[in-house]
């Protein structure tokens, strides 16, 4: 799979919109930008993913480069709840494959 | 949709016990199960994939007979974290997916994480 690079921590104002970058300069034509959250001491929850187009659902928008190097994560009302370590990871479409988890994005939103 | 719960939440374990951690997915079969481990501040490591029926694969670097795992159902994986140690303390979470059927609010081609083990040995 792809490597991803993320910033590891950013801060957000709560109510504001929250846009975490990532690299994946490196990313093959059947892979795809996979979003996973991680709140404290919690397991992983799945955010979003996406191939090339830009996608959008209940929790959060994706926003994937033409070039598809690279993508953003928006949450657009963040929350205190949002605040967790976000992980961006590139992987083909099959979820029988394993995760591979980089640093992530350490996410703190302030009131 | 999709649940995977993991028991105990929480262990304390004195060192050269053994500790057993069971995953389940509670509304769903699992054909897949994938056993991660994560130190404090550091991001998840995967250590062994689990598939129904068949022996775990396990990753580089973690023995196989001290981190016993046992998928002997689509709904249970268990790990066995034999003659435990200080450096064993960690956070285990599992995730499991399924290839059997697809739910009708859930894409198929997510995993599904349980909260996590903490285990602290002594």
């Known amino acids: 799979d792809a490597k991803t690079t993320q910033p590891p921590s950013m801060d957000c104002a709560e109510g504001r919109a929250a846009n975490l970058p990532c690299n994946h300069s490196?990313?093959?034509?059947?892979?795809?930008v996979y979003w996973y959250r991680q709140i404290h001491s919690q397991g992983p929850q799945y955010i979003i993913h996406?191939?090339?187009n830009n996608e959008t659902n209940e929790m959060a928008s994706l926003i994937i480069t033409e070039d598809r190097k690279s993508s953003t994560l928006i949450l657009p009302h963040a929350t205190l709840r949002d605040t967790a370590v976000y992980y961006c990871?590139?992987?083909?479409?099959?979820?029988?494959?394993?995760?591979?988890f980089g640093g992530g994005t350490r996410l703190m939103v302030k009131p | 949709g999709a649940v995977v719960s993991q028991h105990p939440s929480w262990v304390i374990c004195k060192s050269g016990t053994s500790v057993k951690i069971e995953c389940r997915s509670l509304?769903?079969?699992?054909?897949?199960m994938f056993w991660y481990r994560q130190f404090p501040k550091q991001s998840l490591m995967l250590m062994a994939t689990?598939?129904?029926?068949?022996?775990?694969?396990?990753e580089q670097g973690v023995e196989k007979d001290k981190f016993l795992i046992n998928h002997a159902s689509l709904t249970l994986s268990t790990l066995t974290v034999t003659s435990a140690h200080p450096e064993d303390s960690s956070f285990y979470i599992c995730?499991?997916?399924?290839?059997?059927?697809?739910?009708?609010?859930?894409?198929?081609?997510?995993?599904?994480f349980g909260p996590g083990t903490r285990l602290t040995v002594l």
């Open positions: 490196t990313i093959s034509g059947n892979e795809y």
């Open positions: 996406g191939l090339k």
């Open positions: 995730s499991a997916f399924s290839l059997l059927g697809i739910l009708s609010s859930v894409s198929y081609n997510e995993q599904f």
């Open positions: 509304d769903f079969q699992a054909t897949t």
């Open positions: 990871i590139v992987r083909v479409n099959n979820a029988g494959n394993m995760l591979t």
């Open positions: 689990s598939n129904e029926g068949s022996k775990a694969t396990y």
